[in-house]
Every structure is written in C-alpha cells, then in structure tokens.
C-alpha cells in the first residue's frame, strides 16, 4: 500500500526515518519518559519524543527569558521581517507539513493543507501589523499637558494547544507574539508531538540564519503536568491555552489565581438556524462539511440543525441524502471525504453519546458505528451519525468531539430558534441560512446569537485568519488571530507628559505649598 509520501514529508521536516521511532526536535533538552505518537491513520508509531522534567523546563524558560531581553530590543518591523521568513518557509514545507498533519491527527489532507495556508495567513497579517502597534495620543485636561498610550511586549508567553489544530493554533499565537516582542514557549498537544517538533525545526532554522537566540521559540513536551509548570509559572504573564472547557475550568483559574493572563479558547456547541427561506443549495454543503469535516473534531464543528418546521421534512431528506455520498477512509487519499477520530477514547466517547442520546429519546436517521476490515485497521473510523433530538437532552447540551449531528425542530419566528441555539453553556459559533433580511439582522443584532462568531449563509466552521477568532461563556471569552487580537499579547501603558512650568493636578484639586 502506499505511504502517499510520509516517509520523504517527515525526511523534508527534519524528522527521523518513520520505522525508527524516535524523533527529537532542535531546542528540545528533553529528558522525560518517551512519549509515542501513533498515527490514527493507520495505528503505526510515527515517531516519538521525550518529555520535558522539570529541570529541563526550567532551561527552556531560561533560554526563553534571556533571548525576551534581546528580542524586545528589536523594532517590531524587523521582527516582522523574522514572520515574513518564516512564511515563506511555511509556503515551501506546506505539502510536507500538511501531510504531516493529516497523519499524525487524522484529518483529511485537503484540511492540513488549509491548516498550513492559515499559518502562512496569519504570517502575512503579522507583518503587516509590525508597523501599526499603534497608541494613540489624548488630550489632557491640564495645559502643557499631553497623554498617550503605548503598547509594551509583555515577556514569555505560554501556550497550550489541542490536538485538533495541532499547527494552526500554535501560528496564531506566535505570529502575533513575535512581532509584539514577546518569546514563546510551547507545548502542544500530548496526541501530536512530531507537528510541534516540525514546526521548531521550521522555525529553528529561520531564527538560526538570522543569528537570533533559539529561545524566542521554545518547545516542550507531555501532558497536562507540563502544561502546569506554565499556568503556575509567575515568569509566564500570559498563558494562551485552546482545549476543552475541563481544561480551560482548571488553567484559567490558576493563572489568575497569580493575577497572570490567560487567553483561553475552549470547546463549541456550534448550531446552524435553517429558516423557511434558506437555500438548501447552501445549506446542505455547509451543514455536511460542518458536521463531518475533520471527523466532527473541530471547535466550530456543527453539532446542531434548529430547523423551522415547514421545512424540516425537506431539508432533513436532503441531509440524509448527502451523508449517503460521505466517504470514509485514509485521509490522504484525496477521494476520501472523512478521516479517523483521534484515538480509541475518542472512539469510545462517540459511541457512549450515542447511546446516551438514544437513551435521552432521540430518533437515530443516519446510523453510527465503528468501521472495521482492510483500511480501518487503527480501529479509528467511525461512521457520521444523524440523531433527531431535543435541545435540552443533556448529551446535546454537551460537545462531544466527533461526528453526531442532532436535528431539532423549531416553530414561529426566528426569535425561537435564537433561543435554542443560545440555550447551551458554549458560545463560540453559530449561523443562519436565510434569505430574509429582517431575520439575518436579528440574529446578528444584540438580542441574537451569543456566540463570538455569528455568521449568515455560511455553516459554523472555517473561519479566515482576519477576524478575532474565540467565544463567550463556556468558550472562555478569549480572541485570537485577526483584527485587534494582537492587544493581548502587549502591555498597555498611559503615559501624562508635562511640558510646562507648573504642575497642575488632575481634576483641578489645590495643593498649595
Ligand atoms: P484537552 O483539553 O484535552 O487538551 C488541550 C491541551 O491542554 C493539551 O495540550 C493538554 O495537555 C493541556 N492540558 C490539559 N489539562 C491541563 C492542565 N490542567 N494544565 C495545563 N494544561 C492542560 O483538549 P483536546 O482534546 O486536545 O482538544 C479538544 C478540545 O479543544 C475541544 O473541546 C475543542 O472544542 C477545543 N478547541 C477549541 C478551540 C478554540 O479555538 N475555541 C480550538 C481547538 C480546539
């Protein structure tokens, strides 16, 4: 059978011969137990890392704190110019780095090509925004007076990521960090550490030909007890951290529990409104591929159809419909439309909200179930299932990371629908497929969705890198990626500047001597 090139893609990321199990990234002083990484794919190890002791942490933080002091010195244009390389880099490695994606995570190729091109996206919005950290400048009450404000870098920033997004996420941040001045140190996914390994070596490289300390990016490995030397790490004033809301419960308090910042961005409840004037030549593209792309393991997943009545028969036949053209199989073959769930928990998980959701009540369409014989043999493929539901069934009011979509029913204005798809702990994405525009405007005004991302005729997944990405409520409220993310990443600062010959006070209070 054939390897669609993974053995020459993990060759070209500076990784080890895939049969030789082990793998270690520059600035890895990694010392730990070994951590295999097995690929969902075709359950064959890829490779494998250590993982980071506590000493070895503190000499990352070390190189990490020590490179910040130089960093910061550098004008953000030329750090920008530091981005721009590594996009360019990341434009030559993306077939590489893709592949590597789609293997080591199970998500279709075509998906890991997507995920790289919005590494490079957020590269080329960052070196834009190295010459517009801008202040801005206030009028002062007092004469002779001015005020403004600055933004600072803020030092070494942690970041955390899941498996889902095993590259993307980690971009998102450093891209923007960079060129506010900041290092990063980072720890990825424990299902996905050769992506985090590769993407070192990319970058390693870049900062290598521009004589640039290694610690403005860092690397360390394991699970949720290395993620801990960070959150409680008062050196770390930010700590950037996308996974579950479980997660996001436990890292959001201890990093404030140290008045540090986190920037968290957790798990969806993501719902589509179909409306009796939706185009179901939109719908059906954007509900499938929301429901079913990266195997329902995405954050903005499409976990909910709130669909009007009048419609319902319709659109649900039509969905069914297009589930049947679904093909499972090797992600890398581009024919196939989904790839494998992570590992056999995430498996298990799928199957147990299934059951639960029959349990609850619900009518099960289209039939789940693990896929088994020649090509299924990581025992890792699972079949999308369609489940008509009710909003309150607690497993609805639950993400669960894998492909089950529940159809609901809602009647009478679009107020109606709102209120389902706001009634859940989640709010990171939501959409409306209508072609009203009473309704479209509703949805999106202060009484409408209360999600981060709220979108009108597209489903609920594939967001560009230009917006600020995150949600509210059980998301976690944090934003990254575009618009005026990048404030997170600096330190504000208001300065009064007197350039008169009295001293005035503030407010005009008198103090005479
Ligand atoms: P997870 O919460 O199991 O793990 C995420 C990361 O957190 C891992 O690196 C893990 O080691 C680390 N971690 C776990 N507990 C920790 C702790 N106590 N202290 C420090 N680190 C800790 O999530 P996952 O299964 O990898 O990813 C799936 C979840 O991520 C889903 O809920 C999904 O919605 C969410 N997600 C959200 C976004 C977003 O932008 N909102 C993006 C991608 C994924």
Known sequence: MTDFGIKEAL????????????STGSNNFSNGEIIESYS?????????????????????????????????DMPAPQRGEIVRQFGNKLREKKEALGKLVSYEMGKSYQEGLGEVQEMIDICDFAVGLSRQL???????????????????????????????F?????????ALAWICGDVCVWKASEKAPLCSVACQ???????????????????INGDYKVGEM???????????????????RIVGATVAKRFGKSLLELGGNNAIIITPTADLKVVVPGAVFG???????????????????????KVRDAIVGAYGQIKIGNPLDETKHVGPLIDHDAVNTYLAAIEKAKAEGGNVLVEGGVLKGEGYESGCYVKPAIIEAENHFEIVQHETFAPILYLMKYSGEVENAIGKQNGVAQGLSSAIMTNEMKEAEKFLSYAGSDCGIANVNIGTSGAEIGGAFGGEKETGGGRESGSDAWKVYMR????????????????????DL
């Open 291 to 313: 429901a079913v792309g990266t195997c329902g393991q995405r954050c903005t997943s499409t976990r909910r159809l709130i669909i009007h009545e009048s419609v319902y028969d």
């Open 166 to 174: 095993p590259v993307a996420v980690w971009a998102w941040n450093t």
């Open 492 to 511: 504000r600062q208001t300065n009064t500047i007197n350039y008169s010959d009295e001293l005035p006070l503030a407010q005009g209070i008198k103090f």
């Open 230 to 248: 960070m959150t409680t790490d008062t050196r770390i004033p930010l700590v950037s951290a996308t996974g579950s809301t479980r997660m996001g």
């Open 201 to 219: 070596n990319i970058i390693a490289e870049i900062l290598k030909d521009n004589n640039l300390p290694e610690g403005i990016s860092c690397i």
């Open 134 to 164: 801008n202040g801005q400048t206030i009028p002062s009450e007092r004469p002779g007076h001015v005020m403004r404000e600055q933004w600072h870098p803020l030092g070494v920033v942690g970041i955390i990521s899941a498996f889902n």
């Open 40 to 72: 969902p794919v075709d359950g064959k190890l890829i490779g494998s890392v250590k993982a980071t002791t506590k000493e070895d942490y503190e000499k990352v933080m070390d190189a990490a704190t020590k490179a910040f002091l130089s960093f910061r």
């Open 11 to 22: 060759l070209e990321l500076g990784l080890q011969d895939i049969n030789n199990g082990t």
